[in-house]
């Protein structure tokens, strides 16, 4: 069954630099889309950046200039290890951010959220002024 397990967030200050962490465990798909998702207070989800089994990235034009997308792979622990490093960071950016999964490349470019089956329970990250 798979896994996703995120961790990293915190409380920082603004123009202060994280890098969130997630762990997706008994993925042994060979074509897939792995993605970061965000939640603010009162708002809905929205899709952060998404990378697909052959390091295709795609990342929301509101943060593409400060956040990066990467992941590794360890094929005899049938994990992979995503992260999205977020560096400049502004209060606009506090939400409880997800990892998600699907086994699939389609739609990964949408960052859409109804194409991901598998997600993590979530990390807050706090960004105050």
């Known amino acids: 069954q798979v896994q996703l397990e995120e961790s990293g967030g915190g409380s920082v200050q603004s123009g202060d630099s994280l890098t969130l962490s997630c762990e997706v465990s008994q993925f042994t798909y060979r074509s897939y889309c792995l993605g970061w998702f965000r939640q603010a207070p009162g708002k809905d989800r929205e899709g952060v950046a998404t990378?697909?089994?052959?390091?295709?990235?795609?990342?929301?034009?509101s943060v593409k200039a400060r956040f990066t997308i990467s992941q590794d792979e360890d094929d005899a622990e049938k994990t992979v290890y995503l992260y999205l490093r977020m560096t400049r960071l502004k209060p606009e950016d506090t939400a409880m951010y997800f990892c998600a999964a699907h086994r699939s490349l389609e739609y990964c470019s949408d960052l859409d959220e109804d194409a991901f089956t598998h997600w993590g329970q979530g990390t807050q990250v706090t960004v105050s002024p």
């Open positions: 990378i697909t089994s052959d390091d295709d990235t795609t990342t929301a034009d």
